[in-house]
C-alpha cells in the first residue's frame, strides 16, 4: 500500500495544502509550526478511523492482495466521508498478517526509559502466535519499545521450548538439526544493531535472565544498552520496532527522524529503512532537517510547508521551481548542511554537484562513514580552484576537507598537478554517469521499477548503450576539442623578476616579450594544420573506444546515460540514477569501483592524518 495523495484544508494552522507523490522516500519539510506534526496526525487519525476521515487521501496498492480487497488498483479517501474500502481492509489487518500492508507511526516523543521486565516462563506461549491489532503501530512509540523488549525474550523463551520439545521428541537426531529448525529470532536485531552502528556488535540475550542488552565496541567488555548515546538509542529502536514484524508494503510516518541524531546516523538510519521488506515500503518523513532536505532534494520527493502563503496549495515541491529561482534554490541547498558539519567534510565540486551528492553520499556510507558531503557548485577558475585545493589539508575548527569531482573542464597535466594534494581526487571518467552503464545493473534497475520486460534484457540494454554512445561521439569531439582550444589558448599570466629594480620601459619590454612569445606559441598549437590532427586524432581515439568498455569512460557519461534513460527507458535519469545507485552497491559494486576506491583513499587519510 502506497500513499499517492494527500490533500487537507482548514486543519490549524494548515490552510490549504495537497502533495502528490508516489515514491519510497517522500520528505515534508518547513519550520517549527508550519503544520508537519498537525499533517501526520490527521493521516493517522484517518487510519484509525476511516470511518470519519480527518485528511483526503488517494492510496494505490502494491500488492495482488490489495487490489483484491480493494477491487480496485487504488481507492479514494474524502474527508468526513466514510471509505469501506479502507474499513474493510484495515479491519482484515489481525495476526500475523497485521502488519503486511499496514500504516506505522513513529511520534517525536522517543525519549529513553529503563526497561520493566515482565515475568514468564520457558512455557510462555509465541508472542507472534497471539493476535495482534491493526492498530498496535498507530499508539504512541515511546510505550511500544516496553512491549517489545519483553516479546523479544519471550520469543526467544518460546524458542528453547521448541528446541527442548524437539530433542524430547527425535532422540536420534542432531542438535544442529533443532537449531535449524528453529533459528535464533534475536540473529535479525544483532545484524541490524551492526548496520546501523558499524564497529559495535550486540550480545547475544539468555531467556532466563532477562535484563538491559548488552553491546560490544571491538573486543571490549559487554556494555549496557543505556551506554549508547541518546542518538543511538533511538536508532536502533526504530529499527527494532520495524523487524519485529518484517514490515513490508506498508506506509511508514516518521516526525522528526533527524532528532537527537548526527547527519550520518540519520541518513544511515534513512537508507536502511528504505530497504526493509525489500524496498516495498513507502517512507514519509516529517523535517526541519536542512541535512535531509538538501540531500534528497535531487530525488524531487521534497515538499515544503510554506506557513506564511494565504492563497492555493501551502506545499511547494522544491525540484519544480523554476528557473527564475534556480539559482537561489541551488545555493540555499548546497549550504543547507552547514549547521551539521561533520569533522570530516567532502567538497563534491561541478555543475551538478547538488545531484550527484546523494549518489557520492550512498557510496561514502560504506567507505567513508564518518563523512559528510556539500555540494560547492563549479569553480570556473582553475585558479580558485588551485585556491580551494591548496587549503584543503588545513585545520579549520578540527575539521578535515577533501574535494572530489568530474574530469569536465581539466586536462590530464592539470589533473595530475592538482592531484599532488591528496585529498583532491578526479574521477578516472569523465562524469560520475559514465559507471550507470553497466547493462546487468540497468537491467535489475529495471526490474525494480518494474519497467516493461523488453527493456529488461542485458544484452539489449548493451546495444542500446553502444548505439546511444555511438550517436554521441561528435559531440564528444566538439566538447574535447573546445576543452583543447581553452587549455591551449590560454595566455599564462607574465611574471617580472626583481620589478622594483627596472625602469618603466624594462617592465614594458619584458612583459610584451613573454606576451610575443605566448601568441607565438598558440598560434603554432592552433594553427590549421594542428588543429586538424588534433580533431582528427581526438575522433579516432573515442571511435575506437566504441569497440570494447572503453566508451564507458572515454565518451561523456551523462550524455549516454541521460539520452538511454529517456529513449530506452522512457524514464526519468533522477529515479533510474538512484535505483541504479542502491542496487549496484548492494550487487555489484565493482561497478561503481572507481568511486570507491576514492572514498576508501579519503578514509585511509583521515584515518592516518595523512596530507
Not at 268 to 279: N, S, Y
Not at 284 to 296: E, G, K, R, V
Not at 478 to 493: D, F, K, Y
Request: hydrophobic residues 40%.
Amino acid at each position: 500500500m502506497r500513499l499517492d495523495r494527500i490533500a487537507i484544508k482548514n486543519y490549524p494552522p494548515i490552510r490549504a495544502l495537497e502533495i502528490e507523490a508516489s515514491s519510497n522516500v517522500v520528505i515534508i519539510a518547513g519550520a517549527n509550526g508550519s503544520g508537519k506534526t498537525r499533517l501526520k496526525q490527521a493521516i493517522v487519525s484517518t487510519f484509525q478511523s476511516p470511518g470519519s476521515p480527518s485528511v483526503t487521501m488517494g492510496l494505490s496498492a502494491t500488492r495482488q492482495e490489495e487490489e483484491d480487497a480493494w477491487k480496485s488498483m487504488s481507492i479514494a479517501v474524502n474527508v468526513q466521508q466514510r471509505c469501506q474500502q479502507l474499513e474493510q481492509y484495515l479491519a482484515s489487518r489481525r495476526g500475523n498478517q497485521a502488519y503486511t500492508g499496514a500504516v506505522i507511526q513513529i511520534d517525536s516523543n522517543r525519549a529513553v526509559q529503563p526497561v520493566r521486565f515482565e515475568q514468564f516462563t520457558l512455557a510462555t506461549p509465541d508472542p507472534d502466535d497471539q493476535d495482534t491489532p491493526y492498530s498496535w503501530y498507530l499508539n504512541p512509540f515511546i510505550g511500544r519499545w516496553q512491549e517489545l523488549v519483553n516479546k523479544i525474550y519471550k520469543k526467544a523463551a518460546n524458542r528453547d521450548q521448541k528446541i527442548a520439545n524437539f530433542i524430547k521428541a527425535h532422540p536420534d537426531r542432531l542438535g544442529s538439526e533443532a537449531l535449524l529448525k528453529h533459528p535464533d529470532p534475536f540473529l535479525a536485531y544483532q545484524e541490524m544493531f551492526t548496520r546501523l552502528l558499524p564497529g559495535k556488535t550486540l550480545e547475544p540475550i539468555d531467556p532466563k535472565a532477562p535484563r538491559e542488552f548488552h553491546y560490544r565496541i571491538g573486543t571490549s567488555q559487554p556494555m549496557a544498552f543505556g551506554a549508547l548515546s541518546s542518538g543511538e538509542q533511538e536508532v536502533v529502536k526504530i529499527a527494532f520496532d520495524l523487524v519485529w514484524k518484517q514490515i513490508t508494503h506498508s506506509i511508514i510516518l516518521i516526525d522528526e527522524p533527524e532528532l537527537h541524531l548526527h547527519p550520518t546516523l540519520a541518513f544511515r538510519l534513512i537508507e536502511t529503512l528504505k530497504d526493509f521488506g525489500g524496498g516495498t515500503n513507502q517512507l514519509i518523513l516529517f523535517t526541519h532537517s536542512a541535512d535531509l532536505i538538501s540531500t534528497y532534494y535531487s530525488a524531487g520527493n521534497v515538499f515544503f510547508i510554506d506557513a506564511a502563503a494565504t492563497n492555493g496549495n501551502q506545499a511547494h515541491k522544491l525540484s519544480s521551481l523554476n528557473d527564475i529561482n534556480s539559482a537561489v534554490t541551488r545555493s540555499a541547498g548546497a549550504n543547507l548542511g552547514l549547521f551539521a558539519v561533520g569533522k570530516r567534510l567532502v567538497f563534491i565540486e561541478g555543475n551538478t554537484a547538488s545531484i550527484d551528492r546523494l549518489v557520492y553520499h550512498k557510496v561514502a556510507q560504506t567507505t567513508f562513514p564518518d563523512s559528510y558531503l556539500m555540494p560547492i557548485g563549479s569553480v570556473e577558475n582553475i585558479i580558485a580552484l588551485r585556491s580551494v585545493i591548496d587549503e584543503l589539508g588545513s585545520a579549520i575548527f578540527g575539521i578535515e576537507l577533501f574535494l572530489v569531482r568530474d574530469r569536465d573542464g581539466l586536462s590530464n597535466d592539470v589533473i595530475a598537478t592538482l592531484e599532488t594534494n591528496k585529498r583532491f581526487k578526479c574521477l578516472p571518467a569523465r562524469h560520475v554517469e559514465n559507471y550507470f552503464l553497466d547493462e546487468h545493473v540497468l537491467s535489475e534497475v529495471a526490474k525494480t521499477l518494474y519497467l516493461p520486460t523488453d527493456r529488461r534484457d542485458p544484452s539489449k540494454i548493451r546495444e542500446t548503450l553502444v548505439h546511444t554512445a555511438a550517436s554521441s561521439l561528435m559531440p564528444a569531439v566538439l566538447w574535447n576539442v573546445r576543452e583543447h582550444i581553452r587549455l591551449m589558448g590560454a595566455l599564462p599570466q607574465p611574471t617580472v623578476r626583481n620589478i622594483d629594480r627596472l625602469s618603466i620601459d624594462e617592465v614594458i619590454n619584458d612583459i610584451s616579450s613573454q606576451v610575443a612569445s605566448s601568441f607565438s606559441t598558440i598560434s603554432s598549437s592552433l594553427s590549421p594544420q594542428a588543429l586538424d590532427a588534433a580533431i582528427r586524432a581526438e575522433h579516432e581515439r573515442l571511435r575506437k573506444s566504441l569497440e570494447s568498455d572503453a566508451f564507458k569512460l572515454m565518451l561523456p557519461g551523462k550524455l549516454i546515460f541521460n539520452r538511454f534513460c529517456g529513449e530506452f527507458f522512457q524514464s526519468d535519469h533522477t529515479r533510474i540514477r538512484e535505483a541504479y545507485v542502491d542496487i549496484a552497491m548492494k550487487s555489484k559494486p565493482q561497478a561503481l569501483q572507481d568511486v570507491v576506491d576514492i572514498f576508501t583513499g579519503f578514509s585511509a587519510i583521515a584515518n592516518n592524518s595523512v596530507i
